[in-house]
């Protein structure tokens, strides 16, 4: 399957449903007053970079503009991981039996980055002839936002990819997943025994999310021996990722934790967006600073499928 009309799906799906956020955002206000909202919650994102002060997930702004820049580098670091556990098992196989049935647990999934990179993944196995027969994806954050942006998007890409024949493949892989979210921990209730299971957390484990994050993999370990488990940050970070998932003797680690992400190239419908925005904003009086910075330039730089500088612990394990 190539990357170029996956991309472009994306591109169309992420503005779309941006676009209406934005206007459901900005009814009925003034540029000068939704101006400060953006600025603020591109100051708390730029937050993600610094060491302990948190980032506003409970920001609706703060969720759009995560959505507008981060989401496609965050599918590339799952997709990244997951394909590289593949490639490092000794059948090359996404599923290690026959049974066709993955159940995925992904916790802090954010707008879902996890659920799409399972998708493409297994639309690219399903090219292969390997048999997939259902995808559970269990997905858990304690913020509602980005959680509900997330399954906007699902909706949009559903659409977006099903009017375009050369990813028929994803679209087939859509079909398969029976997608599940929670804002509470009932999120390992009703596993499925006879499926494969992985655990992942992508960039969700902060100094101060990470020993809820570890008592929450712990119980879904007890319920579930996982098959395979992903755990990813910024290089800033990347001590806390042994904290939630020690090594243990019954799973093969990865042997890298810098892995060259697989995807490039960049999001032109997403870029325009954001630029208008900026030009918007850049025509107000006044200079947009918080904390100091003017950081409303971001606005002004092209969306691509990049992530700075993550890091991946990945577990998995032969049959
Ligand atoms: C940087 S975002 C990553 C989101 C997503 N995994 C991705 O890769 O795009 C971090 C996410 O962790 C969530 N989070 C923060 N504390 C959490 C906790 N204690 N348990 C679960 N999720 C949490 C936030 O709401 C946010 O959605």
Same mark, same amino acid.
Request: with cysteine; hydrophobic share 35%; charged share 30%.
């Given at each position: 399957m190539k990357l170029r009309p996956v991309t472009e799906a994306l591109d169309r799906a992420i503005s779309k449903v941006g676009r209406k956020e934005f206007d459901r955002l900005t009814l009925h206000r003034n540029p000068q007053e939704w101006a400060v909202d953006v600025g603020h919650a591109l100051d708390s994102l730029r937050n993600l970079q610094s060491s302990d002060v948190n980032t506003d997930y409970d920001d609706s702004w703060v969720a759009l503009f995560y959505l507008l820049w981060y989401q496609p580098g965050q599918i590339n670091v799952?997709?990244?991981?997951?394909?590289?556990?593949?490639?490092?098992?000794?059948?090359?196989?996404?599923?290690?039996?026959?049974?066709?049935k993955l159940?995925?647990?992904?916790?802090?999934?954010?707008?879902?980055?996890?659920?799409f990179a399972v998708t493409v993944a297994v639309a690219i196995s399903l090219e292969?002839?390997?048999? %997939? #027969?259902?995808? &559970?994806?269990?997905? !858990?954050?304690?913020?509602?936002? @980005?959680?509900?942006?997330?399954?906007?998007?699902?909706?949009?890409?559903?659409?977006?990819?099903?009017?375009?024949?050369?990813?028929?493949?994803?679209?087939?892989?859509?079909?398969k997943v029976r997608p599940r979210s929670s804002t509470s921990k009932n999120i390992f209730v009703g596993g499925n025994v006879s499926a494969e299971s992985w655990i992942s957390a992508i960039h969700s484990v902060y100094p101060n999310t990470w020993?809820?994050?570890?008592?929450?993999?712990?119980q879904i370990k007890e319920r579930t021996d996982p098959d395979a488990e992903f755990f990813t940050s910024h290089s800033m970070r990347e001590n806390l990722l042994r904290l939630i998932s020690p090594p243990t003797d019954t799973r093969r680690r990865h042997p890298k934790s810098t892995i060259a992400l697989r995807w490039s190239s960049h999001f032109?419908? %997403? #870029?325009?967006? &954001?630029?208008?925005? !900026?030009?918007?904003?850049?025509? @107000?009086?006044?200079?947009?600073r918080f904390n100091g910075r003017d950081i409303i330039w971001y606005l002004d730089r092209m969306v691509t499928w990049s992530c700075q500088d993550p890091r991946f612990l990945i577990y998995t394990r032969d049959r």
């Open positions: 799952a997709y990244t991981a997951i394909r590289s556990m593949i490639d490092s098992r000794d059948a090359g196989q996404i599923l290690l039996g026959d049974g066709g159940h995925v647990f992904d916790l802090g999934c954010g707008a879902l980055a996890m659920q292969n002839e390997q048999c %997939i #027969t259902e995808i &559970r994806t269990d997905s !858990y954050d304690t913020n509602k936002p @980005l959680v509900t942006l997330g399954k906007k998007l699902w909706q949009q890409f559903k659409i977006e990819v099903s009017k375009d024949p050369e990813i028929a493949p994803l679209s087939e892989a859509i079909k020993p809820d994050l570890k008592e929450t993999i712990d032109p419908e %997403i #870029t325009r967006f &954001r630029k208008e925005i !900026y030009s918007e904003i850049s025509r @107000l009086p006044g200079d947009f």
